[in-house]
């Protein structure tokens, strides 16, 4: 295991992108999820994966660390890794914050974040600097925090290992408005280091620390372009994504 130092790992030789998606399908059974999808993520700042629900947000990032079924090119720092498994692939680099959380509820915030650094767990410098909450919730059953606590664990968890790319899932779903702007904070924070693929239904929050913005619909990438502009176009981001998404709030 890599040092727990949470540092971004070398930036991508040259100004390539840090993660590169190129003709990505995914097929469950006869349903043809993402036909084709296209798009790069570059090496710094937060990339913004947007669209209506049931889109195929969650399928494309499950399909880049392998827990989809898919065909097409991946490429981390100019490295194929679309033949590889999920575990290779999350050990070449990539970090995944599901949109579920999956903290271990029977488990305390140390030995959750154990699971991953054993040496430290919650005293890693990282967890204090970013999550002093949980430092002092860190014999604390997982299952007994609330949402927003769960989500930084789930957050804490995935900076424990130096990675390339955070591919992070709806990480404000459910959460109190204050509880957003926290979570916001902490995403602003980790992107100083380490580049993020983001699926958010909060355009305020996009607005706020997303740079370039995906979206897709019916299994394709329709628009990409800057995240203000976007947010901006109240008729595109209706006829983009629909009533759906977030346009007051907290970020
Ligand atoms: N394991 C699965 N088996 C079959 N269909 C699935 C599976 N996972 C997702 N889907 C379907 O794929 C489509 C995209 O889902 P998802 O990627 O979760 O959308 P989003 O995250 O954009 O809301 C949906 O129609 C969903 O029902
Ligand atoms: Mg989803």
Partial sequence: MTTATGQGSAPPPGDGPVLAVEDLHVRYGGSHVLQGVSFEVPATGVTALLGRNGVGKTTTLKAIIGLAPRTGRISLRGKDIQ????????????????EDR???????????????DPDQGVNAPIVGRLFPDLVSRGKQRAGTLSGGQQQMVSLARVLLRETSVL???EPTKGLAPKLVTEVADVLAEIAQRTPILLVEQNLPLVRRIADTVVVLDAGQVVHRGGAAELVADQELTRELLGVSMRRDGAA
Avoid: H
């Fill in 83 to 98: 033949g590889d498994a999920t575990p290779r692939i999350i050990r070449a680099g990539i970090g995944y914050v599901p």
């Fill in 102 to 116: 999956e903290v271990f509820g029977g488990l305390t915030v140390d030995e959750n974040l154990r699971l991953v």
């Fill in 167 to 169: 591919l992070i899932d």
